[in-house]
Structures are given as structure tokens and as C-alpha cells.
């Protein structure tokens, strides 16, 4: 008999493309960290903490990108609500580092975070009980996005909205989202949101090694989430997803129940989604309702496009380029930095429907083609 | 002797009978205000009451001279003076060194006093000064000019006093315009109220009900608490309660206009939105930068002719309507024209479009916001009575929406070019098959949804500062507007928007206007569940996708 292949291995054996992106990010993640932790400043070899926060940073909207290719590239479903999810799992990761200042903040009380006092809330307010635990908040970052997903996933999908309605609604929820985040008296820091975080888990936010260890957390988180998504797509479930993005119709004619495929996929990329929120926050330092305009969600499935919809791994490469060049040009030609954005919205759905993925997938087969064009050629000239 | 004697006296009787008719005329004509130079005479004097009694007087019988008004104005002014020699009235015009130019109050002569000792002033001092004040203003009552006088009416009903009630008797007898009498007979009636015999008082707090003022209310609630006698106590809670409980219908009156003015704004937004949405299935995310650009021409339009900002607002109209249009067209042609049946990829393509409109415009303009100018017309509000009043840029932005919509309705219906557009929607092979050029109807459809936009700007640069995000604050209303009201039915987008606007305001006061704008949009999620296709959904076989 022969010997079974490790999960991750079977996962990945057709998949030449994960497998080179996931490999390159790891080698770029340990360089980063070993050289931030071991090589001194002087060094040119050195990477500054900066960097790491920023690569920390953009693996943290790797994972939102993958989560919602999930859905809108093998369910069909262009969600332009991603960012709720997102921002929900981020503000239970801010809620739970505000209580771990505890009385190092400006007011020095320890009941209750700065801006509480500031706003003269005098009591905690209940939805901010259990975040003073890392495990239970480490539970609802997950729970919190996946509720939601799962009420307005159950609603909209139960009542047959698909398509450009779907994605409108999706956008209308974050933007009914980020207005109530804004007011103030909803106990989250109003515009201000949350902030000024001290430690997490005990250790020192701003220290290097945290920072280091922030990072490889995030690329781990990453490559599960990627692990996760390929896993659903090629179980037969996957297949079942696939066929409802190209002909939902026939396959609830055949008698699947086309809402729980979808409901299951959209709560699971809710998830992920949610967890990019919680890491993007330690690193970043901030969160505030920004997140929630309906601007960021369309912006990140520009990243998607981007790379390549409906590969996954297309997704990660589209975040980093479109966070790359965001990170370039807003400190180098901010003017110019809206009109490339919009361009590359332009450019990229006219020109490139597959993304960079399509691209290349294209210029290596057309190197193969020209190798077969030789080959026969050759084989010609010998035969002459 | 003794006969010359008779004749002599003869004549003097004769003289002096002549001298008491004469006299008598005189005396008439006085009371006819002929007799004003005379009667101003004792400004002159020193002492303070004097003058205070001469201008009771003055005001009493001449207020209908029209030199009594530039009289006491230029005493108020200090400006008044008289000659020492022969007492003659005179106002100073201008003071040129030592040159002192007057012109003589009664014959509007000018004069060239040289010498400051030849004249006096008139002094005057506080309490005086604050006298002639209020006499000036009750003085406008009987001006020749109604709207002064409505003016001066309204003055007297804002400080009501005891003084004033002959003063409104007196006026009330020869006025003819309705409007003004109605003023004055609410300050008559509040102070018969407050002042009449005990018979006028309860009188006029019976017809204090119909009043809505806060002065009338005020009375009417010391009146209830001073009052003495029980009866005259009653009425007036009575009259209270109903006053307050017609003010609370005017207040949802005017919540219903509030309510219908925002969503004639929506209405505007949205129907431009309900055609290429609705008609042609192309998500135009940039349709909110097509409402800034008509109101950025509007502003554009006002820079330009600072002169004429009366009738901007009017050729901005076409104006906006071709900019955006035209806009539209070139976004028709060079994008969404590749992408027709792909509504996913049309969405992200026109909101790229949108982030470069609004970049371009803070890099023309600036990313500040702007100010469009109101003009005169448009300013002010329409006063139904004293609780309810209708600011007129919103009446007239509830009329102008309708007409575009009536207008819109009407294009679709009955020109040849709504029926290719109706045709070219429903089935696009035959309507091609047809002899319709396609492309250019697309062009054309997408440029009058887009113009229609521009249009939305105008109107909306009344309301609102004029910024670069302008677009984006009413992008997801209408998307909501359009997906609530059905696709592709204009009625059903008319209904959407004005039911929007209702309940937005509706709730508003309840929850505050963030929660309200959240309630709404939680109630169209809720909404479309139970109703995908919108209130109105489009039915047979071409509602299928």
C-alpha cells in the first residue's frame, strides 16, 4: 500500500502557483525577521522595525484577500462588505488590547479606557465584558464576524439576491456600519476609534521581538487560511461552489441547496476576514471606523482583480502590489496615488479579467508554445 | 366824527371778522398739517420734556408729513439744526472743514452756512433719542410704501407695548392692504388682551386661539397665571391648549415638507441612477461624480459671471446637464461600452472612474469646499403663518424635481428616442435587427442619465457646500432609492425616493440623524428580502437575468 502523502502536501501537489508564492513570502518572512533581529543597523542587510510592522501590515490584507476570493471568485458572490467583517474582527482585538492598558492610560483609570472617561461614560458597557480575556476574545474575533455573515448571509441568500443587488446590500451593511461606528455614544471610540494600545499577551507592543513574532503569527495565519481555502475547494463541496458560480439555477435544479453552500463559504471567509482584522490591528496600532467606508472594501476587491480572481494565490500577489504601490506613492506622489488607483480599476477589468496571474499564466504558455514551435521545427530541419 | 368812527369800526369788525376766518382756516388747515413749520417750532427749546411733548405731538398730527420722518431720522442723527436769526429747520449733509452744507428741512433748499455760530443744534439725549426711535417706526405705518409698512407692522407685533394701540386704531382706519391689517389686528387683539376692559379681554382671548405666535402664547400664559377672575383664567388654557395642539400640526406639516424635500433631493439623485441602472443594467458607481460635476459647473458659472448670480442657477441647468452629459458619453465610449453583460466588472471600472473625477477636481478646484451663491429669488422662506414656514430653496428644488421627473417620464414615453431607448433595453438583437443603431442609443442613454445627474447638482449646490465628495454622500442613498423603488420602473423610483425622505426625517428626531440614516438602510436590507426585486419589480421574462 502505498504510504499517504502529509495533508498539506496533497493540498498543494497541483497547485504550482501557491506553492511558489507561499514559498517566497515564507523566504521573505524569515529574511525579514532574522535580519531585523540579528543583523546590527549599521548593516545594509539590516531591515528596519518599520518594515516588518509594514510586511506584518500587508500579510494581514493578504488573508482579507483570500477570504474574499473565496467568495467572489468560486462563489460568485462580489461582496462590497468585506471590510465589516474585517473591522469587526479588528475592533474585538482593539477592545481586548484597551483593556490591557488597564491604569497606564492617561486618566489612569483602571475600570475603564481613556476615552470612556474623556466621553463620561461611567460604566463599562456590557458588550466590552469577556475582553479582558484573551481566549474569549480570541473566540468572539472569530464569532462576532461569522454572526454576522451568518444573519445577513441566512437573509440574503435565503431570499434569492444575487448579483449586483448582492453587492450593493453587502455595501450598504458596511456603510450603515461605519455610521454607527462614527457616533460616538456607541461606546467604541466614536472617530477616534481605538488606540494608544500598551501590550498584548504581556508582551511590549513596541519591542522588536513582539513585532517579529506579530509577523511570522500573521504569514502562519496566512498560509493556514490559504490551506483552508484550498482545502474546501478541492473537497467536493468545492466542486459544488464552483458550479454555483457558473449556473446556480441548474445546480439547485439538480437539488443541491445552493443558500447553505453559500452561507457556509461566506461565514467561513467571514472568519478569515475577521482574523486579518485582529492582526492587522497590534501592528498597525489603530483602528478606527475608517475601515468600514465602503471605499476600503472596493478597494481590496481591486487587489483581488488585480492579482487574478478565482486562484486564491492570485489574491495574495494582488494585495501586496496594490499595497506596495499604495505604501509608494501616498509618501512619494500622493496627487497621483487616487488617479492609479482609479486607473488600475479601469485598466484592470477592461485589460487584464484574469489579473497579473492571467498574465503570466499566459506568457508561460506562450514560452511553451515557442518551445514546441522549435522542437518541431528542429525536428523538421533534422528530418530535412 | 362819530360817523367816521362807526365806519372805522365798520372795517375793524369787518377786518376782524376776516381776521377770525381766516384765522380759523388757519386753524383748520393746521389740523390739516399745514400748520407743521409752526408746530416744530419749539424743538428749538432747551429742555428735554418740551421736545419729548412736541414729537408726541408732531407724531399725533402729522404723521402723515412726509418731513416728519427725515425730520426726526436727522435729529437721531444729531444732524438737525436751526439758524439763530429767523429759526429755520435745516439738516447737515456734509461737514467740508469749516463749511458747513445744510439743506433747509421744509423747502429741501440748500444752504451754505458758513459760519458754525449763526445755527444750533437740536440736542438730544438718550431717553429722547430712544423715543424718536420707536416714534419713527410707528411713523412707517402710514409711509406710502405697503412693504414698509408690513415692515412696521411686524416691528410693532415683535416689542408690543401699551403705547402703540391708538397708534394701531389710527392706522387700522386707512389701510387698505389686507396683509398689513392682519399684522395689526394680531398686536390689537394681544393688547386688548393683555390691557382691554375686562369684556376686551375675553374677547381677545377667545381669538388668541387662532393665534400662533409665541407673542400671543406668552400672553396668553400670563394671562392664565395673573389673571383674577376664573372665566377669563379657563379661556385661556383653552385657548392655550389649542394653540399648542394646531402648532403640533403644523410641526408635522412641516416635518411631512422636510420629509418631501429630501426626498425630492433623493428623487434627483436617484432617477438618473434609475435609467442607466434600471434601463441599460449598468452600474455607474461614478454617478454620484457626475451630480458633482453639475455642481461644480454651477460654481464654475458663478466665478465666471459674478454679475449675473441671479440667473446662474438657470443656465446652470442646461449648462450642467450638457457638461455631465457629455462626461457620460466619453465614459460610455471609452469603458463601459467593453463591458456591457459583465455588471460586476462595470461596477469596479466606474468606480475607478469616479476616484479619477474626484482627483481631478481637487487638483483643478482644491480638495475645500466651495461656496455656490444663493440667489435673491431663492433665499428666504414662504411664510404660511406664524408656525409654519417653507424655506423657498427647498420648495423650489420639490417643484424642480418633479418637473425633471415629469420631463424624464415623458422622454421615455413619448419621443422616438425613448422608444429605441425601450426598445434597444428590452431586446437589443431585434431592436438591432430593427435599423437602431445601438451604440449610439447606449451613448445617448447613458449621457441623459448621467445630464440628469448634472442636473441633481445644481439643485444640490443650493443645499449643500460643493466638495469633491460631494458625489459620495449621495451615491448609496440612491442605490438605495433605485433598489428599493424596483429596477426599472420610474414610478416605483418616485415612491421609493419621497418614502425614503418621509421616514428618514420621520425618525429622525427620534433617533437622531446618523441612527435614522441606519435604520433606514437596515430596513431596506429587511425590505429586500422579503421583496428582491423592489417594490415594483419588472415582470415576464425579461425581469429574468
Known sequence: MEKRKPIITRILENDKGGKIVLSVLFIIVLYVCLANLFIPQESAFYISTYTVTLLGKYLAFALL???????????????????????????????????????????????????????????????????????????????????????????????????????????ALTYALMLAFFRNDMGFGGNNGLTDFKDILGFNLQNDTTRVSLLMISFFALFMGYIICKFIINSKLGRVCIAIRDAESRVRFIGYKVEQYKLFIFIVSAILAGIAGALYVPQVGIINPGVFSPLFSIELVIWVAIGGRGTLYGAIIGAFIVNYASTYFTSALPEVWLYALGGLFVVSTLYLPKGVVGIIAKLSSLKKQNQINNNTQKAANVTA | MKQAMKINMKINIKTKITQIILLNLLFLSSLFASDFKDDIKPLTSKSYKVKTEVINTLVEKHFENEKLSSLLKSMLNNELFYTKKDKTFVTLVKKDGKNYHTVNLLTSEKLEIMNKRMFKKVKTNNKLRSIIRSKLAQLNLFSQDENIRLESAKNIFKNINKGSLELINKALLNEKSEEVKEVLIKSKTILHAKFGTYEDQLNAVKNLADALSPQALQTLKEISSNAQQEELKVLALQSIEEIESSKSFYAFIEKIFFGLSLGSVLLLAAIGLAITFGVMKVINMAHGEMIMIGAYTTYTLQQILPNMIEYSIIIAIPLAFLVSAMVGVIIERLVIRHLYGRPLETLLATFGISLILQQIVRTIYSPLNQEVKTPQWMSGALEINDALSFTYNRLYIVIFSFIVFIGILLVLKKTSLGLKVRAVTQNRQMAQAMGIKTGLIDAMTFGIGSGIAGIAGVALSQLTNVGPNLGQAYIVDSFMVVVFGGVGNLWGTLIAAISLGELNKFIEPVAGAVLAKVLILVFIILFIQKRPRGLFPQKGRDAQD
Open chain 1, 65 to 171: 484577500a483570500l477570504a474574499l476570493d473565496l467568495v467572489w471568485g468560486y462563489l460568485g458572490i462580489l461582496s462590497l462588505g468585506h471590510g465589516a467583517f474585517f473591522s469587526l474582527g479588528a475592533y474585538c482585538m482593539g477592545m481586548y488590547l484597551m483593556r490591557q492598558i488597564g491604569d497606564r492610560g492617561v486618566y489612569g483609570n483602571a475600570e475603564l479606557p481613556d476615552f470612556m472617561v474623556f466621553m463620561n461614560i461611567k460604566e463599562l458597557p456590557w458588550f466590552w465584558y469577556g475582553f479582558d480575556s484573551f481566549f474569549i476574545t480570541a473566540f468572539l474575533i472569530a464569532l462576532v464576524p461569522a454572526l454576522l455573515a451568518f444573519v445577513f448571509g441566512y437573509l440574503a441568500f435565503r431570499s434569492r439576491v444575487t448579483g449586483v443587488y448582492l453587492s450593493i446590500i453587502t455595501q
